[in-house]
């Protein structure tokens, strides 16, 4: 989880939060981070989208179930050359139309109009699965971010404490060194040391500055936009909590997370579209009707009375039984239950991928919380006893390099119990995120 970049000055750091500040804009709690997420992130922006063509291409499906209405009209012109009474040639025009109304309606095909709106319907909330799959990984991503800059900030306070003792160590040294107690070697070392946990310190400056740079491009903020994040205090109780099974955890994750669900619904509608395609072997049967007339200007009878002697009415009952396709309805039956197959294995990977998950989340959380406790009793054995040797030193009763190193142990000791603790912050709060709660600083 804990990542060490330093690419950024801490001035950086400084000046997004003054410049915070005086816009006067609100600190980026964890909750508002994922809020905004939610309601900002391209990808889940993509996700609802293509939910919404899902629902755009059920209601067509419906109207499949609807009549079709639809006008249809022909206009001709005939120019052809006539002798006249004189017996000259010259040219005469006749004008034709016809105009047709006409209507159809499917009454039976083999329940594929039924089952394409069943199959649609499957892709409708398989659409807005995904998009539930979508707000949860960038909820996950956010947390992980928004912990890592938590952390971030406890290390660089531990920095910045290590090199305030560094220096208080170094001004002791330098006045041992005037009194000829400590020789000039020993007073370079801790010079080095101090020059060493400087450095430690603008190495965390930096770490936190990536760390806020990194959840602001996650949050995809422009570049003019304030981003302060708030600090709340993590106590080290909430480390010690204590941790569901397994087992619950993944049994309410099975049911609940959208990943689930969607290949589920994606077996539903591969097993409609079995249906679907089986209904090629049944027959279609289908109602017509239609009204119409005409008009032609040479017939010498008004426009009216043709239009009233041509109309004409008509109705239909028609049945289609398909006896030879070329065999492309077993081929789309065959296609249509190999897709079933896949279907069905796409569920059992998501399955095993989440059992995994889950598996993992439980596995980081015990270790953490282990590592944790014994990282808390090293801390405290390491602090007394680099105290004692601090004093010893003083009394010229131990030397530089068993100063250094009884401060080394406890500043590993400080970092080791702040990996752990953010470690198992972090997973516990994710592996209760699969059981169906919140995520809550």
Not at 15 to 33: H, N, Y
Not at 255 to 271: H, N, V, Y
Not at 329 to 350: C, D, F, N
Request: with cysteine; charged share 20%.
């Amino acid at each position: 989880m804990i990542r060490i970049i330093p690419t950024t000055a801490a001035l950086l750091l400084l000046a997004g939060t003054l410049s915070a500040q005086e816009s006067g804009s609100q600190p980026w709690t964890l909750k508002r981070c994922i809020d905004y997420a939610r309601q900002k992130n391209i990808q889940i922006e993509e996700s609802r989208i293509s939910a919404e063509i899902s629902r755009v291409e059920l209601h067509a499906a419906k109207g499949q179930r609807l009549p079709s209405l639809g006008f249809s009209t022909t206009q001709s012109v005939i120019n052809q050359r006539r002798e006249n009474a004189t017996g000259a040639l010259g040219s005469a025009a006749s004008y034709s139309g016809n105009y047709g109304l006409d209507a159809g309606w499917t009454l039976y095909n083999g329940g594929k109009v039924k089952n394409t709106v069943r199959q649609q319907e499957a892709l409708v909330r398989g659409g807005q699965y995904d998009v539930n799959k979508a707000e949860n990984d960038i909820e996950i991503a956010v947390t992980q971010y928004y912990l890592e800059i938590l952390y971030a900030n406890e290390a660089l306070t531990i920095a910045r404490q290590t090199l305030e003792v560094s220096q208080a160590e170094l001004a002791r040294a330098e006045e041992l060194c005037k009194a000829g107690s400590i020789s000039v070697s020993d007073l370079a070392q801790i010079k080095a040391q101090r020059s060493s946990d400087n450095y430690q310190v603008t190495v965390a400056e930096n770490s936190l500055a990536q760390a806020r740079l990194d959840l602001k491009q996650l949050l995809e903020l422009g570049l003019d936009e304030p981003f302060e994040v708030s600090f709340p205090e993590l106590s080290d109780s909430q480390v010690l909590l204590p941790v569901p099974t397994l087992a619950s955890v993944y049994r309410t994750a099975l049911e609940t997370m959208p990943e689930i669900q969607s290949s589920r619904t994606g077996i539903e509608a591969a097993e409609l579209e079995e249906k679907i395609a089986s209904a090629a072997r049944l027959p279609t049967v289908s109602l017509s009707a239609g009204i119409g007339t005409g008009n032609f200007s040479g017939s010498g009878i008004s426009f009216g009375n043709q239009l009233d002697r041509k109309f004409n009415q008509s109705a239909g009952l028609s049945i289609s039984v398909p006896i030879f396709s070329n065999r492309q309805a077993s081929s789309s039956i065959a296609r249509a239950k190999l897709q079933t197959v896949s279907a069905r294995l796409e569920l059992t990977a998501a399955e095993k991928e989440l059992l995994k998950t889950v598996e993992s989340l439980h596995q980081d959380v015990v270790s953490a919380q282990s590592r944790y406790r014994a990282a808390e009793d090293q801390t405290e054995a390491t602090r007394q006893s680099y105290e004692l040797v601090s004093k010893q030193f003083d009394a010229g009763m131990k030397n530089t390099v068993e100063l250094l190193t009884e401060k080394n142990n406890y500043l590993s000791a400080q970092r080791e119990q702040l990996q752990a603790k953010y470690q198992a912050i972090l997973s516990l709060k994710l592996l209760n995120f699969y059981r169906g709660e919140s995520i809550e600083l």
